[in-house]
């Protein structure tokens, strides 16, 4: 496939890459819609599903971009200048934003640009984080033509691409990795969403054969072993969802609204972390209806993900199963994200052998389940998903097609050397 992609690269722009880039997709395994809580997320970068990007450096401001997975209708060749204002296309967008950010970084001065090739096998709108891929393999692409920096310390390429790769514990590395994900955190809020930095994360500072689990008020993070008996499945509705256009907006307000009124009595909560299951209880009178089903959501969510991590560690599957199962009722019933497809694939998934209990994942409203399944059973409960969803009664005349693949967990995002 390198080959065969090197040769359209040449073909697109009369030149042979001189980098190539993979960025791994990121699943969240438990702590959804958690980020803006200022909760905590266990997610996990996926190796199998990934951006591979094929870059050349430029010595000048100009940017092509040739996707080769863009659907009929959408443009997928595009050029313009890293000093350019926003255009309209979506996808250019994600890519703008992460110039602006890296701009931002080096005082607005002015960066050169590069040629690149993109061949994803990430699904689009399925909640795996197939816009973030996008932003961090600008970012590294960015990197690679104008170098690499920390906030205090900036690097040459070379130096960059090696710390980036490497991912060590030391601060030096941890400093690089961190200021990289933030930008492409900062990205997207400028591209127009406000979800957290946890994909972003994950996709550039996942370990392999590991989970990683985000505070997301300190902005920290720390690896947890994912036990070699059991593995994660992602299965694809084939509903497709626009997470800026979608409304959670609304969920978020009415959660903070309760977490305002519960603050009038303890002056220590800033947001839904603070909160405990004991004052949601005592307040609930003070709330609406309403109030206190959304903020029950990211307060049982906190808990459920070092109950979920427990599980793990002691290697009580149908207890980490049963948390991920509740989890699921949880965005359906209380922050209502779900959707009769997602409910479907769960609700399939659960009654399957093998598998400990699955639940949403990503934003909502389409998108994609993740199921813990058993490592020898794998092929079985894939085969049997996807045959089970696609026969649904209410799932065969919309002709959708699901497919689900196993999330194998991978290395953060790396740039090779390739000519």
Known sequence: ?????????????????????VTPSRVNIIGEHSDYFDNFVLSAAIENLNMKAYVKPREDDRIRILSLNLKDNEKPFFEFSTKDDRYKVQWVQYVQGAIAMYAEEYKRRSLKGFDMLIDSSIPVGGGLSSSSALTMTTLASLGVANGFTNGSTDYAPEQGVTIINTKGDDAESQDLLKKLFMM??????????????????AITAGKKLHA??????????QYSPIPEE????????????NQLFSE??????SAFSA????????????????????????????LSEL???????????????????????????????????????????????????????????IGIEGCYGARMVG?????????????????????????SYNSHPNILPLNIGSQAWEAVSGDGIKINFIG
């Open 1 to 21: 496939m390198d080959s065969k992609n090197i040769e359209f690269f040449k073909e697109a722009f009369g030149v042979e890459p001189t980098y190539k880039i």
């Open 184 to 201: 492409g955190c900062w990205a997207e809020y400028w591209y127009g969403t406000r979800g957290g930095f946890n994909d972003h994360l």
């Open 212 to 221: 990683t689990l985000s505070d997301n008020r300190e902005k920290s993070y």
């Open 230 to 241: 059991i593995t994660f499945v992602v299965c694809n509705t084939g509903v497709m969802h």
């Open 248 to 253: 959670y907006d609304n969920r978020k307000k």
């Open 259 to 286: 977490i305002n009124k519960i603050e009038q009595h303890h002056s220590e909560v800033q947001n839904a972390r603070d909160v405990t299951s004991e004052m949601l209880e005592k307040y609930k009178d003070e």
């Open 291 to 349: 109030e206190y089903k959304r903020l029950r959501h990211p307060i049982t969510e906190r808990e459920r993900v070092f109950a979920f991590m427990e599980a793990l560690k002691d290697k009580n599957f149908t207890k980490a199963g049963e948390l991920l199962n509740q989890t699921h009722y949880s965005l359906r019933d209380d922050y209502e994200v779900t959707c009769d497809e997602l409910n479907i694939m769960q609700e399939l998934a």
């Open 363 to 387: 934003g909502g409203f389409g998108g994609c389940v993740i199921a813990l399944v058993d490592q020898e059973k794998k092929s079985d409960f894939v085969s049997k998903i996807v045959d």
